[in-house]
């Protein structure tokens, strides 16, 4: 069937800031939809908040609005923009829950907007349990037993019914936000209650437990004809119980027989059919009792996921692309297989290698989070490996996590008894002595049945500890399959470990262990030699990888897509071209620190490189990346972003020169590798990058610059930093180096909290020494974002943080331009950092921080790479300046690039943070200067109160306008409260206190009504909170730790989704943004690309904040 | 154990050794399903065939004996890149070493199955040798070249049965798909050039009752049964080199309802004047497409051939063209104009594959009334 015509102008509905359970790959769906529907001549609206993504650059879709994903903003998105279609399958949870309620409320009907890609229908037979359940029943496809619940009562008849253990599920959530395994009645009632709490339904479905079964997912795509294929099936290393996305997975199905999967891929079949996705791609999971192979539904998805975009990456077959092309009307054989060419997209891929994804974690930043994986989905991102057997695959995805584990154990990182087996003595006496270690026994009796991030290296202890498969599997309901792959790997160990210190053996069994995954770093520690030996010793033997396609159908046609990866094997594939080439580094898996504006960045050199005539090379591991969209660059491999797989890929291909600096910290650190290895790095050189992260080399710089820094110093041990703190004088940060998101860096108060937090940040720090910066209290923190090419330097924009300095710059809201800064300490920031910049040649992109106290200005710190706020700053000036900044790295000037002058916005663009905290219970919500966000939003607005509004609401913590709002500060906050809590009553809100802040604000004459504390008996202000008669729980944190009282305050706000402001400057600007709302007119909505417009009408307008609100003034 | 896999034009692999030790000759040809390599080893189809799976994990789930579709394996060799060292699944009676060791095959693991399989792509299918006895390589190439081609070569006398027999069988339990309203029983003859069992379930299911016939029975034997149908199987080898049963199925033309599946196909191809060629490297999988014109629908098929009918070499003003191949366009099923007969080049059976061409049951029980 050909394309509709009858639709001009689709709607696509984005998925917000990256959160728990929705990553980048919304960004990799959504991109590609606009693409498709842009290519094909449609008119794309986007909506989406997230600014760090390709999908929201000006040139993805006609009219792009970065507002908040909200039915207030789409309706009027969509009355202004009246687009005939709206396409919800592509953003994720979010996206589709919206479509649900624009829906319900009749806002796509009043404006005759029809829905594509998947009904309204077929989205709530799908995602309304109860719904789904009949239509299973309908069809005859079987179920765990299940009953809805829609009250406490009817959870506990339920559960008696089935019988416990039980898996409480609330309707129309996200990432198993509210469910969890229940083995009493106890555990049942609180999350039954959190469960009925996050449904949108206010539903809860009480289940069969199927813990231990096999879990399989089918990622399908059906057409407008019920043409139907299965792309992919992906097979759960962790058995039920875990939820998907925090299980380590693997594609293909495993141990699947054909009858077993064709039943599967039958069920999936009426699955489509039955709930009616018409066009588009979904997924259905499925588990299968291992013992009597009965297999039952669990879920489906109709929209394109996570999975799908693994599944894409997996197989090379772009299901998002294939889903928009069906949603306009193609069916599956009218489009082409992109990789072949002449076969087309109607068939099923077949793939000749095993790919394994691995979840990545991020608990070291969540002091109290209960670290058990269970089926609320706890990772923050995800690394993929391809290889030709699953024991590569499984290694090389240990090497991708970023986890500083370079496979599966043996590299100084094992961590046995409490012990971590740093050198190559230790863990051979471990070896040596397992089998005998009656406490080792216990201690994995016990880990191997409980769920963690770090299961499978236990499996391997146990394995050397002699404890059989059987008792393994019965403990940890690992497919045999599956241990026994680990088995080969640690028996294959005890080979290499036998080959120590002989030449000869060591040559017979390189080939072997590096085919089963073995890096250089696990071969040098079991040798006892160094990474670069070995590398040697594989040289002379012409043990290297080779590169092998993927390709969607096992070699049987050509292929013409390069899309590679290693293994060590005798054919390679990788056609090696005469251009000139240059490698892109990606940034590895989303962690908190590091995340999707890391991958728009090399996206975006991608796109420039390619513009200027070069031959790109993309190396990554996050398949839910647009850099890991084989349409992205010329080449894409693969592959961990380790020094090895860098430098073989460097060392086949070639290349001109490799860039370090748009990836993150990850491609940073392996600046110095390659170049001692003779990989020329472009832009800034790996010595600037020293000299930026060297603190003495960093000091000397500044002083001759004339800028000041926090008194400061550096220790490599405890007792050293305890001297050093002391003569700074308390309150001290304390962080390590070359690590990124203020990874375990702290604000010490004193000499107790100073020796804890050194010490974690000496283990993160990996033998680099700690720094110690004396903490500048009620600072005004600075970024800047600098372009420079050497010769000339442009600043790209000044951003005043709303949080005070020593709240990480990740956490904090940031705002464009400058609200409360004097316009000549802006000038001579920008002059300071330029300065910066000419000292360090820097090539490319600088990220600089200042603390502004009393007029005076401090450099906290300088990095010379593409910094998180690059995708806000250029969707902010409307300068993509990481492609700029490629592009001078790739030796051209600013002024060839007409970049050389400063934008001045006659907007406000405010980004704001957005944390997982809903999904750890109990965990302290307060900011420090570890980062703790995963995601961003943006607000843009004209002025300052509607752009900073606006970010709240699209940080999903909206600011009410009415009713009662809890205030607890710290003592220190006492005085700067006032007016603000005076503001609150002036804007119509009745405050609510503890005694003494209550009496100290009445006698101001501020009325507020009293409460006891959790301690004064009942009711208390926790009452108040359940009861969610609080609508804004403001609360600056006198300490830190989960046994506080107001740490369970704000703890419990945030599962009861009231929002909480933790800073008095964020609580200003709240009231700020109400009085202007209040006062003023209602929200707009305006496109990127009017408020682009803005910039060429006055291209020379005066540097100057637009708003007349001062914010905040804490310096007088 | 060392083996060895040579090709008639030099390409030559030294891997691991599995199932049985010897030497055994076969053309090399691969194939893409990533289950079911069970069914494919005991599809007779294979006959005089080394088969080489794409997918590097084999022998995970080990062998069963519901999942047979014949008595035994019938390939001559057995590629993976990498055996399973253990067997993982309820049904699990044998592992696939075992039984491939019981049964005398030879098998080769650790080999880089993909330069093979694009070897064999670019190249086309080559005769080849897997030797365990003999690491020389240019002698096995030689040994390669002078083994005999399976063109010219009538492999369906190896396959087919001795004598006739009925096999009333249904689908394994727990795995039926299809439906089939239940009808009066109808009877029709299966020419067996190499049938596999599940052919015959999906007949059963289908409320036929079946009699399979050796590939020698000549038209009037099979009309003295009085069937209601005629079956043509799915068989290995070279379609011209079987004119018995051409000449067999030309009789039978317009006598009684026909249907054919795979060589079933070729046979009445050739018997409607058709003429058939040898593929490159063949259709061997589970995953592709085929469009079935008058509905414009695609299923997902199953297929294992490597011979097939020219599309153009048959008389339009006979035969319609009913489904074709979208990878590479070629004849994939057709039907006569006048008599009711149909066929098709893929399987509909599946067993290994998807299950989405059952309705050609239905279509043939439909025909036969």
């Known amino acids: 069937m050909p394309k509709r015509t009858d639709l001009k102008k689709i709607l696509i509905i984005g998925s917000g800031p990256i959160i728990i359970g929705q990553g980048c790959e919304f960004d990799y769906s959504g991109t590609q939809a606009c693409k498709v529907l842009r290519e094909e001549g449609y008119e794309v609206v986007l909506i989406n908040s997230n600014p760090a993504t390709i999908m929201t650059d000006p040139e993805t879709a006609a009219h792009t609005y970065i507002e908040p994903l909200t039915i207030e903003y789409l309706e009027k998105i969509i009355e202004k923009e009246r687009p005939d279609a709206c396409l919800p399958t592509m953003g994720g949870q979010t ?57 406490l009562e009817e959870a506990f008849q339920a559960a008696e019914k089935i019988g416990y253990p039980v898996i409480v599920r609330p309707s129309f959530t996200l990432g ?120 039952v539904v669990i879920e489906m998805n109709p929209r394109v996921s996570r999975s799908s975009a693994l599944a894409s990456k997996a197989t090379g077959f772009p299901i998002a692309k294939f889903a928009a092309k069906l949603a306009i009307g193609y069916s599956l054989d009218e489009i082409p297989n992109d990789i072949t060419k002449y076969t087309p997209a109607s068939f099923e891929p077949s793939i000749d290698y095993c790919v394994v994804k691995i979840p990545r974690f991020a608990f070291e930043k969540f002091e109290g989070v209960d670290s058990t994986l269970g089926t609320q989905m706890k990772s923050v991102g995800e690394a993929m490996a391809i ?101 080969q790997i640690v028996d294959l160990e005890k080979e290499i470990i036998e080959a120590s210190g002989d030449e000869c053996k060591q040559t017979l069994i390189l080939r072997k262990a590096k085919s089963y995954g073995f890096s250089d770093v696990q071969l040098a520690f079991l040798w006892g030699k160094k990474e670069a030996e070995i590398r040697n010793l594989r040289y002379q033997e012409k043990v290297e990888p080779v590169y092998k396609l993927v390709d969607t159908c096992a070699a049987e046609f050509k292929a013409y897509t390069p899309y590679f990866y290693s293994t060590y094997e005798e054919e390679n594939e990788d056609i090696v071209s005469d251009r000139k080439k240059i490698v892109i580094l990606g940034g590895g898996p989303n962690r908190i620190g590091q995340g999707i504006e890391f991958d728009y960045c090399c996206v975006h050199a991608a796109f420039a490189l390619r513009e200027l005539g070069f031959e790109t090379i993309m190396v990554n591991s996050n398949p839910e990346t647009v850099s890991t969209d084989y349409d992205t660059s010329d080449k894409l491999f693969f592959e961990p972003l380790t020094l090895e797989d860098v430098l073989a890929i460097c060392r086949q291909e070639k290349p001109m020169g490799v860039i370090v600096q748009l990836g993150g910290q990850t491609p940073l650190n392996l600046a110095r590798g390659l170049e001692e290895n003779g990989v020329k790095v472009l832009g800034t050189s790996p010595h600037a990058i020293h000299l930026a992260e060297d603190r003495k080399e960093f000091k000397k710089l500044l002083e001759k610059i004339g800028l000041k820094q926090p008194e400061n110093g550096t220790a490599l041990d405890v007792e050293e930093g305890c001297k050093i703190a002391e003569k700074i004088g308390y309150p001290v940060v304390v962080r390590p180096s070359y690590v990124l998101g203020g990874r375990a860096m702290e604000i010490a108060y004193d000499e107790i909290f100073f020796r804890k937090y050194v010490s974690q940040a000496m283990e993160a720090s990996d033998e680099h020494p700690v720094l110690i910066d004396k903490y500048l209290e009620n600072a005004i923190e600075v970024d800047v974002d600098l372009i420079g090419d050497g010769k000339t330097y442009v600043v790209g924009a000044v951003m005043q943080h709303i949080e005070e300095a020593g709240i990480h710059s990740g956490d904090s809201a940031s705002v464009i331009p400058p609200f409360s800064l004097k316009k000549e300490m802006i000038d001579e920031i920008i002059i300071k950092t330029k300065q910066i910049a000419k000292e360090l040649k ?37 300068v993509p300046l990481a492609k700029l900044a490629a592009k001078v790295m790739a030796g051209m000037t600013l002024e060839e690039l007409q970049f050389t002058e400063e934008v001045q916005v006659s907007y406000v663009a405010v980004k704001e943070s957005v944390f997982p905290f809903v ?71 009745q405050i609510v206190a503890t005694e003494g802040t209550a009496q100290s604000l009445v006698q101001q004459g501020i009325p507020a009504q009293s409460v006891k504390k959790l301690a004064e008996g009942r009711p208390n202000i926790s009452d108040l909170i359940r009861n969610q008669e609080i609508k804004l729980v403001v609360n600056t944190p006198s300490g830190k730790g989960s046994v506080l009282d107001e740490a369970k305050i704000r703890s419990l706000a945030v599962s009861f989704n009231i929002p909480c402001i933790t800073t008095i400057n964020a609580a200003q600007a709240a ?8 006062g003023g007119k209602g929200l707009e909505v305006k496109s990127i690309q009017e408020y682009h417009a803005l910039l060429k009408q006055k291209p020379t307008s005066k540097i100057q904040t637009p708003n007349k609100h001062q914010l905040i003034n804490h310096q007088t | 154990m060392k083996a060895y896999l040579a090709l008639e034009d030099g ?64 390939v001559e060799g057995f590629i993976v890149k990498e055996l399973s060292p253990v067997v993982s699944n309820y049904r699990s009676a044998e592992s696939l070493h075992d039984y491939l060791k019981r049964h005398g095959k030879i098998a080769i693991q650790g080999i880089d199955t993909r330069k093979l399989v694009k070897h064999l792509r670019d190249h086309g299918a080559k005769k080849g040798v897997l030797s365990t006895i003999d690491g020389d390589a240019k002698r096995l190439v030689e040994k390669a070249q002078k083994s005999s081609s399976i063109v010219g070569v009538d492999l369906i006398k190896e396959v087919t049965c001795k004598k006739s027999y009925s096999l009333d069988e249904a689908l394994l339990k727990g795995f039926e798909w299809g439906s089939a309203p239940s009808k009066a029983k109808k009877k029709i003859i299966a020419i067996d050039c190499g049938i596999k069992r599940n052919i015959l379930r999906k007949f059963n299911q289908h409320d036929f009752s079946v009699t399979v016939v050796p590939a020698s029975a000549s038209a009037a034997e099979i009309l003295n049964h009085k069937p209601d149908g005629l079956f043509l199987s799915n068989g290995p080898g070279d379609p011209d080199a079987v004119p018995y049963v051409v000449e067999t199925v030309r009789n039978l033309i317009g006598k009684v309802p026909i249907f054919g599946i795979c060589f079933g196909h070729q046979m009445l191809g050739l018997a409607l004047g058709g003429t058939t060629s040898k593929l490159k490297f063949g259709h061997r999988g589970g995953n592709h497409p085929v469009m079935d014109l008058k509905t414009q629908k695609i299923e997902i098929t199953s297929q294992n051939h490597g011979f097939v009918v020219d599309l153009d070499s048959l008389d339009q003003s006979q035969v319609e063209i009913t489904h074709v191949n979208l990878n590479d366009k070629t004849l994939e099923g057709m039907r006569h104009k006048k008599h009711p007969i149909f066929s098709v080049q893929y399987h509909p059976e599946n067993s290994p594959g998807p299950h989405d061409s059952d309705y050609l049951f239905q279509r043939f029980r439909e025909m036969i009334g």
């Open chain 1, 919 to 989: 999904k750890f219970p109990g965990v302290d919500i307060i900011l420090s200067p570890e980062m703790k966000s995963t995601g961003e939003v943006m607000g843009i607005d004209m002025d300052f109160p509607r752009a900073f509004y606006k970010s709240q609401d699209a940080a999903l913590s909206h600011i009410p306008t009415e009713g009662k709002v809890f205030i607890s500060v710290k003592r220190q906050d006492k005085e700067r409260i006032i007016p603000i809590a005076k503001k609150f009553h002036e804007l119509g809100f």
């Open chain 1, 387 to 487: 290889g030709r057997t699953f024991k590569e695959a499984l290694q090389k995805g240990f090497r991708s996590l970023e986890t500083k584990r370079f496979g599966l154990g043996a590299d100084g990182r094992d961590e046995v008894l409490g012990k971590t087996l740093r050198t190559r003595e230790q863990y051979l006496d471990f070896i040596h002595t397992a089998p005998q270690n009656e406490e080792l026994r216990r201690v994995l009796d016990k880990s191997l049945s409980i769920p963690k991030a770090d299961r499978l290296f236990h499996v391997k202890y146990a394995l050397l500890a002699g404890i059989s498969v059987e008792q393994i599997y019965k403990l940890s309901h690992f497919d045999p399959w599956f241990l026994a792959q680990i088995k």
């Open chain 2, 11 to 74: 390409l030559f692999f030294e891997g691991e050794g599995f199932g049985a030790q010897g030497e055994t000759f076969g053309e090399v040809v691969f194939n893409t399903s990533l289950t079911g390599y069970q069914e494919i080893l005991t599809d007779p189809s294979y006959k005089g065939q080394i088969v080489a799976m794409t997918y590097p994990h084999i022998g995970n789930y080990g062998i069963n004996a519901e999942d047979e579709e014949s008595d035994r394996p019938w």
């Open chain 1, 1071 to 1078: 009231t700020i943004a109400l009085d202007a709302l209040k």
């Open chain 1, 176 to 295: 198993g936000s509210g469910s969890g395994i229940c083995f009493n009645r106890d555990e049942l009632a609180q999350t039954a209650r959190k469960g009925l709490d996050y449904s949108l339904t206010h539903e809860i479905l009480v289940e069969e437990s199927v813990l231990g079964w096999k879990e399989y997912e089918l990622e399908v795509m059906r057409d407008c004809k019920d043409n139907f294929v299965v792309i992919c099936s992906i097979e759960n290393v962790d058995a039920m119980g875990v939820h998907t996305g925090d299980s380590i997975t693997v594609a293909p199905a495993q141990t699947l027989t054909d009858k077993e999967y064709q039943r599967m891929r039958d069920a999936a079949r009426k699955v489509m059919s039955e709930v009616g996705v018409e066009t588009g791609g979904s997924n259905v999971q499925f588990a299968v009792d291992p013992k009597t192979g009965r297999m």
């Open chain 1, 95 to 151: 996206g589709l829950n919206l479509a649900v309620t624009a829906y319900e409320k009749g806002v796509f009907k009043k404006y005759g907007v029809e829905l594509i890609g998947a009904k309204y229908e077929a989205i709530k037979k799908a995602e309304n349990r109860e719904e789904f359940k009949q239509a299973m029943i309908k069809i005859g496809l079987d179920l765990p037993e299940s009953s809805f619940a829609y009250s």
């Open chain 1, 842 to 878: 820097v090539i490319g992109l600088m990220n600089v921080q200042y603390a502004v106290q009393d007029d005076v200005i401090y450099c906290l710190e300088v990095n010379p790479r593409a910094s998180r706020t690059a995708p806000f700053v250029s969707k902010t000036i409307g």
